[in-house]
């Protein structure tokens, strides 16, 4: 289904609401267990926990900040148009036993992952099969060399769960809807291709392995218990003494009879809003003071007011928050405070004298300066952040602090790159006498100094420099019929004189040839890179105005030199404390299409100085300035 590229929207926020519906649709069509409810005379502590693991699980499926995009694509062999929600295998990585689980040999799996349907005697480890794999559900397929790993999500077109046998069965049991491998796997919102498959995943394929047990356990034999007496063991009691105490024993509570409890240190404690409150006041007093300390020699530390808030909140509250897991992560927002958005949170610091703000036309509030020699500043002690590698520091918050001295992404590969354009042509067939001379063939790709070099060698083996101008060259038949071919309207002049500037005649022959690019990083060599068809790519930088009087920034072409759009969005969007947006240049191919950034204002030289950094010369790039009406 998804072999070809979907056409995938704009990513949006799911709403709560929305996000408690969709949790509690998967939770019904999956048929995943909720917790029963509560038993009589049970505490009030007790009777809260089912909700807040229904809440838990809520947030496992759907987190508070996942996003939405919908697809478009095309299924069946009319190209039906469809759209919707898929259930994606890094689902299936994370949630064990969300769906039935089917295994067939890895060569019918790798068939799979190239859309073919799974036939009933593919399947393997059975009957019996799940219970759960009926007609029309959602299933998973794995190898046999993996099988606890999921790679496959399809659609059972039969009732697998009844099948008695397999071999000598015809037809389809499973259709591929999903693959690792497939557009969708490889999609994401940073350009980077799919995540790594693992080698095995904990808590699926279970029942296979309790199977093996039962087995072991059943082998077992009991018949030396006289022989254990004797060399020194005791006996034990009777089994159903065994039993009681075991059953009334408590591990976790000592000299106590009690039934055993679930153990929910683990759990994470959702915070309450005073307390989120109080953590981003601590972190923003946090970015203050390890800025200061970082840029104490610098006037007014190093800091360009006025400041937007955008900016305020991005790099000296974010990176100090204490997110530490991916559950941190996702309460740790403006929303969650009590201030609602950055504007009141700033107004908030301003009234505390922390800051001074204003607001601006449009109601946007900018910081006009920061008192960074406020007592609760200087007397502040810090706390330990997370790790960049960690899964919290990933999710938006922590990283050590160094956001505010860092406007670009750490993850961004593109930084510091050097490159290389290399213009390379391809010889059209009627020149193939000129490169006789030389032994080359029109089926290599040269660079200009390289031909100009076979040129000159052709020049020289039939002595074709003139006497008396060593600068001109006469014309032979060959040259004539390959080069001067009426094409162009000062040909009739050039035969008729009988020679041509050697120059004139090196540009005419590269002007025939069929041109090619390629774009070589530091560790490519000429050999290792693929050449393209085509000119060398340039990046486009419009200017224009919008909305009246707006001015907007447009940056495209930025894939061809190893430059991911949405890193550079997010780049662009700190550097230039403007919104930054990413979307299909209109126009380009549905197939191969080109990414747009756009950036609210005028920011040409923001742009060209990102480009820069990522190793783009400022000569590849062409401007063009449509809020004066001319080309620069």
């Known amino acids: 289904m998804f072999k070809k590229k979907p056409n995938i929207k704009a990513l949006a926020a799911l709403r709560s609401s929305d996000r408690r519906k969709i949790a509690d649709q998967i939770i019904s069509d999956f048929g995943i267990e909720v917790p029963n409810a509560p038993q009589e005379g049970d505490t009030t502590e007790t009777q809260t926990l089912p909700a807040l693991t229904l809440s838990t699980l809520r947030n496992s499926l759907l987190p508070e900040d996942a996003v939405s995009a919908r697809f478009t694509t095309t299924a069946g062999p009319d190209l039906k148009q469809v759209s919707g929600t898929v259930y994606a295998v890094y689902t299936l990585w994370r949630h064990p036993q969300l769906v039935p689980l089917l295994h067939t040999p890895d060569f019918v799996l ?19 099969f799940a219970a759960k794999a009926t007609k029309n559900s959602i299933v998973a397929a794995a190898s046999l060399e993996k099988p606890s790993v999921p790679r496959v999500v399809g659609i059972c077109e039969i009732d697998v769960a009844s099948l008695q046998q397999v071999q000598g069965v015809k037809g389809h049991a499973v259709r591929g809807e999903h693959w690792d491998g497939d557009e969708i796997w490889a999609w994401s919102s940073n350009g980077k291709p799919g995540g790594v498959v693992p080698e095995s995943i904990e808590g699926w394929d279970t029942g296979e392995q309790e199977a093996v047990l039962r087995d072991d356990v059943d082998k077992l034999e009991l018949d030396d218990q006289d022989e254990d007496v004797n060399e020194g063991g005791t006996t034990l009691g009777s089994g159903a003494e065994k039993t009681t105490r075991s059953e009334n024993h408590n591990r976790y509570v000592e000299g106590e009879d009690a039934q055993p409890f679930e153990e929910v240190g683990q759990e994470e404690i959702e915070l309450t809003t005073k307390e989120i409150d109080d953590i981003f006041w601590k972190a923003f007093i946090y970015g203050v003071q390890h800025h200061r300390n970082a840029h104490k020699s610098k006037p007014r530390e190093g800091l360009n007011f006025p400041i937007p808030q955008s900016l305020i909140i991005s790099n000296l509250v974010l990176p100090y928050l204490p997110t530490h897991t991916p559950a941190q992560a996702a309460s740790l927002t403006i929303k969650k405070t009590s201030w609602k958005n950055a504007k009141k949170f700033i107004k908030a610091l301003d009234k505390a004298k922390l800051l001074k703000s204003k607001d601006r036309d449009g109601g946007e509030c900018v910081v ?32 050590g602090g160094k956001a505010t001295t860092a406007n670009l992404s750490p993850a961004d590969a593109s930084i510091g790159q050097t490159l290389q354009k290399l213009e390379l042509f391809k010889p059209k067939e009627s020149l193939s006498p000129l490169l006789a001379a030389s032994h080359a063939s029109t089926k290599t790709l040269y660079l200009p100094t390289e031909l100009r070099s076979l040129i000159t060698s052709y020049i020289e083996a039939e002595n074709l420099t003139s006497p008396t101008n060593k600068r001109l060259v006469i014309l032979n038949p060959i040259l004539a019929n390959a080069v001067f071919d009426g094409t162009n309207p000062f040909d009739k002049e050039v035969l008729a004189k009988g020679s041509v500037p050697r120059d004139a005649l090196t540009d005419r022959i590269l002007k025939s040839c069929t041109p090619y690019h390629a774009i070589l ?24 105005t919008r909305s009246g009087n707006k001015t907007v920034t447009k940056v495209s072409g930025v894939e061809g030199f190893y430059v991911s759009p949405q890193l550079l969005a997010e780049a662009l969007q700190k550097a230039c404390a403007s919104s930054t947006s990413v979307g299909v240049l209109v126009g380009s191919s549905p197939r191969h299409p080109v990414m747009e950034i756009m950036v609210q204002g005028p920011q040409r030289e923001a742009v060209l100085k990102a480009l820069e950094r990522r190793g783009v010369k400022g000569g590849w790039v062409e401007v063009v300035d449509k809020t004066k009406g001319k080309k620069r």
């Open 368 to 399: 006009l300066d920061i008192e960074f020699d406020n007592p609760s500043v200087e007397s502040f002690m810090p706390y330990k952040l997370p790790k960049k590698d960690t899964a919290g520091a990933e999710s938006g918050g922590g990283g």
């Open 110 to 128: 790798q068939k799979l992952r190239t859309g073919a349907p799974l036939m009933t005697p593919g399947l393997q480890r059975g009957p019996p």
């Open 521 to 544: 990083r530091a560790t490519d060599t000429r050999e290792s890179v693929a050449p393209k068809a085509g000119p060398a790519p340039k990046v486009h930088l419009v200017l224009e």
